[in-house]
């Protein structure tokens, strides 16, 4: 009976975190970390907003609703919260008249801005070739 009970938890450890499990916690991060804001976020967070790899650097909010066209202020929000909360970006509070909040990467940030970077760059630089397929897919239907 203790060999059947060893062998259902090391087959629990393993799947504790596999995301093509219904209750998985980590789909929930996958879900998150998809979203086209958070790639967005993370990349002007990382210094490669203007397109070149400047380094990590403190944003403002108005910083990176400037840089990120089209975000909403309540996405922005609630991505750089879910951010924040998930450990990815610090929020820094100034207390100055008027109060400054800057936003930046952590450590387990900027792992994942190396993912995010990526995607961000496939996309650019597939986006042709995606749209010559769409067109012809849409053609053919």
């Not at 087959?11 to 958070?38: E, G, H």
């Not at 967070?45 to 990176?64: F, H, I, K, T």
């Not at 609703?65 to 924040?84: F, H, N, Y």
Request: proline content about 3%; hydrophobic content about 45%; overall charge positive.
């Amino acid at each position: 009976m203790a060999a059947v009970d060893a062998a259902e938890k090391r087959t629990q450890a393993k799947n504790a975190y596999n995301a093509f499990l219904a209750a998985c916690p980590s789909r929930q991060l996958l879900d998150r970390i998809s979203d086209r804001w958070v790639v967005l976020i993370m990349c002007a967070l990382a210094g490669d907003g203007a397109g070149n790899a400047a380094g990590p650097v403190s944003m403002r909010y108005s910083e990176l609703s400037r840089l990120i066209a089209g975000v909403s202020q309540k996405m922005l929000t609630q991505t750089l919260r879910s951010l924040e909360r998930d450990g990815l970006v610090t929020r820094t509070v100034t207390p100055t008249v008027p109060v400054t909040v800057d936003y930046a990467l952590t450590d387990l940030g900027l792992s994942l801005y190396r993912t995010a970077r990526g995607l961000r760059l496939w996309a650019q630089d597939h986006m042709d070739d995606v749209r010559a397929r769409r067109d012809a897919y849409d053609a053919d239907r």
